[in-house]
């Protein structure tokens, strides 16, 4: 049963920084496509930013990039989110999902597994 556990959620001011983490386990990592995606209090989740196999990157749209950076250590079986300038509008439960697949993928019903999720509380 593959699992992923995110960490490195919390409290923060706006203008502060946090990396989040998300171990998978059992699989090759390598073989995985990952993503990060968000859902705020009475919210749909949507998507953060996915990193494909090969390292390529995607975020979504004007709202993170430049903020955010995804990244992957296949040695660790680790994908991490690094985020930075926080603002009180990225105040929401983060998760991270993958997927076997050459394609990156944008949208949640392309994922199979999922961590639990962490939250991010950014306050102004």
């Known amino acids: 049963q593959v699992q992923l556990v995110e960490s490195g959620g919390g409290l923060v001011q706006g203008g502060a920084s946090l990396r989040l983490s998300c171990e998978l386990s059992?699989?090759?990592?390598?073989?995985?496509?990952l993503g990060w995606f968000r859902q705020a209090p009475g919210k749909e989740r949507v998507f953060v930013a996915g990193?494909?196999?090969?390292?390529?990157?995607?975020y979504n749209g004007d709202s993170v990039k430049g903020r955010f950076t995804i990244s992957r250590d296949n040695a660790k079986n680790t994908v991490y989110l690094q985020m930075n300038s926080l603002r009180p509008e990225d105040t929401a439960v983060y998760y991270c999902a993958a997927d076997h697949d050459t394609a990156l993928h944008t949208e949640a019903r392309d994922y199979l597994y999922w961590g639990q999720g962490t939250q991010v509380t950014v306050s102004s």
């Open positions: 990193i494909a196999r090969d390292g390529g990157t995607v």
């Open positions: 059992r699989g090759v990592f390598s073989w995985y496509v």
